[in-house]
């Protein structure tokens, strides 16, 4: 059969939108000669949809539109993925569901059997489980039709499973021609390999071809790479789509032979997945430009060259804020970094409004030294002017922490941390300097002296990062022990960590949980990132120290 892959960017609640998508690329397949047209999971209503989900009225308007859809079908058939209502009086009353459409009918229905509740899915908040799934007659083809979550749980393929059902199994089990698969699976480092692989299991096992129709674009935290992929009943790879962006490839499941997945860099990977979460993020919010402010230092760096490489730079406008404490060295970074990169770069010292917040303040504080307090009205006044300029001109702040610093709260409250999207808070330092370096592979673009100084939030005389925080190769491998995989402090000291490091990284990490709770959305590139699929208490007393 040829089947076209429809590799959608959908947006969130725009149901018109997605619509019009979904209707172009039916379109296409049918000019193709395609048999068959797959959509995204949840291509109708956006993924994640969240509480949108509690609205009738989002669930009338997504269910319209597949009844329009549907009217517009002919000969070829479509698969589209939408919010189901169901008829039972228990459970929450919705499926998240895959309609085949043919010949002006919605023909069958299936709803997804395993809904994921971990990192960052909450689908067992809004739906109701399948359960049972069949397959269904087209063609003369029993296809076995699955949403996401559904081909995940291969028992020879995961050492340990979440669930204990396998609706791909199932489907094999009940003779099916063609396994086929809509989703809206986030990207994260890695995500990549173990689907191709998990899929290849799969296809290998069942010995029937298995399509794969995957989600591209950024939608709040959240990137999604695309990268759909057909099998022939052999395991052979018979196409793979687009990585971060949209595509569009038509397969016959019954060619022979296979091709090879790519393998692109992790730095080229996270680049590509942060420029598009921004880009996409900006659009589908509604601003067209942004504002950062260029300390000279390789974090708001990189954040500049992802926001060109986002928006291109006549949408990006930095600000530089240096004091009395700021180096000439980085102002001339910061300035270099302007002209690489082409775009508008302001110097506006902050020492003037600092004397005078000092000289405010000083009745209050009489008979106290300067301490961070003092170097925190640096960092805010350097937000109140970043604001000024996002209100101004209408663009949005990006802030420039990474997440070595937001781990260990190295970031100031209504200061560095002001803005509407951080960029990069799920890289560590070390994968900054190694993005940056790739960003530098051809010609220079962030300064090399951004990249060989020693970091420095530049507060006070002659301070660098390391004054306070390990080094950050010491720093990251702490975090990724302790925030990613779960490990106790007493388990990272036996790694051969220090002991003093770890535990002062360990009590910095949960004591700063205060602040990542008030920081901007950050777009997610690791396994564990912090915000919506990390859920710490704050008020809390537990310590593993």
């Given at each position: 059969?040829?089947?076209?892959l429809?590799?959608?960017n ?9 619509e019009?998508?979904i ?11 395609a048999?068959?047209?797959m959509t ?5 209503v ?7 989900l ?17 009217s517009?079908t ?8 939408f919010?189901?209502e169901?008829e039972?009086s ?19 229905i299936?709803?997804?059997t ?15 489980p399948?359960t ?6 087209f063609?003369?083809l029993?296809?076995g039709l ?7 749980n291969d ?8 669930y204990r059902?396998?609706?791909?199994a199932?489907l ?7 396994l086929?698969?809509?989703?809206a ?6 995500k990549e ?11 290998a096992?069942?010995?029937v ?14 990137v ?9 009943a052999?395991?052979?790879l018979?196409a793979?789509?687009a990585?971060?962006?949209e595509d569009?490839r038509v397969?016959d ?7 090879s997945?790519?393998s692109p860099c ?6 590509d ?18 504002v950062l402010?260029?300390?000279g230092?390789i974090?708001s760096?990189?954040?500049?060259a992802?926001?060109v490489?986002?928006?291109g730079?006549e ?18 970074d910061?300035?270099?970094?302007a ?5 508008r770069?302001d110097v506006?010292?902050?020492?003037a ?17 300067e ?10 006044l ?15 702040l ?6 070595s ?5 190295y970031?100031?409250?209504y ?11 799920d890289?560590?330092?070390?994968l900054v300097y ?6 530098n ?13 020693a970091?420095?939030a530049?507060l006070?005389?002659n301070?660098t990062?390391?004054?306070?925080l390990p080094?950050?190769?010491?720093l ?6 302790y ?6 402090p ?9 002991e003093?490091?770890?535990r002062?990284?360990?009590?910095l990490?949960d ?13 997610k590139?690791?396994t ?10 704050v008020?809390?007393?537990?310590r593993?120290?």
């Amino acid at each position: 059969m040829r089947i076209a892959l429809a590799q959608l960017n959908t947006t969130v609640g725009d149901i018109a939108g997605n619509e019009a998508a979904i209707l172009a690329a039916y379109r296409r397949g049918v000019e193709a000669g395609a048999a068959l047209v797959m959509t995204p999971e949840l291509s109708i209503v956006g993924y994640p949809p969240r509480d949108l989900l509690l609205r009738p009225s989002f669930v009338r308007a997504n269910l319209e539109a597949l009844q329009r859809i549907a009217s517009a079908t002919g000969e070829t058939g479509l698969l589209v993925g939408f919010v189901a209502e169901g008829e039972a009086s228990i459970g929450r009353g919705l499926s998240n569901a895959v309609a085949l459409l043919h010949c002006g009918r919605i023909v069958a229905i299936r709803s997804k059997t395993l809904l994921p509740t971990y990192d960052v899915f909450d689908e067992d908040r809004y739906f109701d489980p399948a359960t049972a799934n069949t397959p269904v007659e087209f063609l003369g083809l029993r296809l076995g039709l699955t949403v996401c979550e559904d081909v995940w749980n291969d028992a020879d393929f995961w050492p340990r499973r979440r669930y204990r059902p396998d609706p791909a199994a199932d489907l094999v089990a009940a003779g099916v021609d063609l396994l086929l698969n809509i989703s809206a699976s986030p990207w994260h480092l890695g995500k990549e390999s173990t689907r191709l692989a998990m899929l290849r299991s799969l296809c290998a096992k069942s010995g029937v071809p298995v399509l794969y129709c995957n989600l591209a674009g950024g939608n709040d935290e959240l990137v999604f790479d695309g990268r759909s992929l057909a099998f022939n009943a052999e395991g052979g790879l018979l196409a793979e789509g687009a990585a971060f962006d949209e595509d569009f490839r038509v397969v016959d499941t019954r060619t022979s032979g296979g091709m090879s997945a790519s393998s692109p860099c992790e730095e080229a990977q996270v680049h590509d997945a942060l420029v598009l979460g921004t880009r996409d993020y900006l659009r589908k919010c509604g601003f067209r430009g942004a504002v950062l402010g260029l300390s000279g230092g390789i974090d708001s760096a990189l954040v500049a060259a992802l926001a060109v490489a986002a928006l291109g730079p006549e949408n990006v406008r930095g600000l530089a804020l240096p004091s009395q404490y700021s180096s000439q060295g980085s102002i001339d970074d910061a300035l270099a970094l302007a002209r690489n990169l082409g775009i508008r770069c302001d110097v506006v010292p902050i020492q003037a409004p600092f004397e005078a917040v000092k000289a405010q303040m000083l009745p209050l504080f009489e008979g106290r030294p300067e301490d961070t307090t003092e170097e925190n009205v640096q960092a805010r006044l350097r937000g109140v002017a970043l604001m000024s300029m996002s209100n101004k001109f209408g663009s949005l702040l990006l802030t420039t922490g990474n997440k070595s610093e937001l781990a260990v709260g190295y970031c100031t409250l209504y200061g560095d941390m002001c803005g509407g999207l951080a960029v990069i808070s799920d890289v560590p330092k070390t994968l900054v300097y190694r993005v940056s370096r790739w960003i530098n592979r051809e010609r220079e673009i962030i300064p090399s002296s951004s990249i060989i100084k020693a970091p420095s939030a530049e507060l006070r005389p002659n301070q660098t990062d390391q004054d306070s925080l390990p080094a950050y190769e010491v720093l990251d491998a702490i975090l990724d022990a302790y925030v990613v995989r779960h490990r106790t402090p007493v388990e990272i000291v036996a790694l051969g960590f220090p002991e003093e490091a770890v535990r002062r990284v360990v009590r910095l990490i949960d004591f700063s949980e205060f602040k990542r709770r008030q920081a901007a959305p950050g777009l997610k590139v690791t396994t564990r990132a912090f915000g919506v699929g990390r859920r710490q208490p704050v008020a809390q007393k537990w310590r593993e120290l």
